[in-house]
């Protein structure tokens, strides 16, 4: 068996920074069904007022329809997939009012806290919310703190602690019920 000439390399790292492994995936694909049945648990009325695409709201719709324990499982898989192509930030502003502004608020915190702290909150943070991840987080952080050393726009710092505060929200809703 002949080996690899060359070493990796950093630029084949830097090509793989960034991406989700497999198990990142199918644990995003599991809170995407998951924030699927919290919107499942709307009233129809609500659901039909929703802002994503008419597929999406048929499925929620027929969620609330079905009995059938592996089936309810399949359609939220289904509502999970379909939920990847809407926009994150919009339906978890359309759920935040069932956790209200202190809960936002205090979310914000937890946020601004983790950035400036690290490690330490994140695990406080764990414990009071028992679908966080270590790794997710972690990641984010990494990123934001990439982004402030590399002096990027504030766009960019902006969208990516968005993309914390999306993610720490959706721990929120999960860990709540």
Do not use: C
């Not at 960034?18 to 199918?26: I, V």
Request: avoid cysteine; hydrophobic fraction near 35%; charged fraction near 30%.
């Amino acid at each position: 068996m002949a080996r690899r000439p060359n070493r990796y390399t950093e630029e084949d790292f830097e090509s793989l920074e960034g991406r989700a492994s497999k198990t990142e995936q199918k644990k995003a694909v599991q809170r995407m069904a998951a924030l699927g049945e919290e919107l499942a648990k709307l009233n129809p009325k609500q659901i039909k007022n929703l802002p994503v695409e008419e597929r999406l709201i048929e499925a929620l719709l027929d969620a609330q329809t079905i009995t059938s324990h592996e089936a309810r499982r399949r359609q939220f898989q289904r509502v999970g997939k379909l939920l990847r192509n809407e926009d994150e930030t919009m339906i978890l502003s359309y759920l935040t009012p069932q956790q209200g502004a202190k809960k936002t608020a205090q979310l914000q915190r937890w946020t601004e806290r983790m950035i400036a702290q690290g490690d330490p909150v994140i695990k406080e943070f764990m414990k009071a919310h028992n679908a966080a991840e270590h790794h997710p987080i972690r990641q984010h952080i990494l990123r934001i703190q990439r982004d402030i050393a590399k002096n990027v726009s504030e766009e960019e710092l902006t969208a990516s602690k968005l993309k914390l505060f999306n993610y720490i929200q959706q721990v929120a809703l999960l860990s709540d019920n």
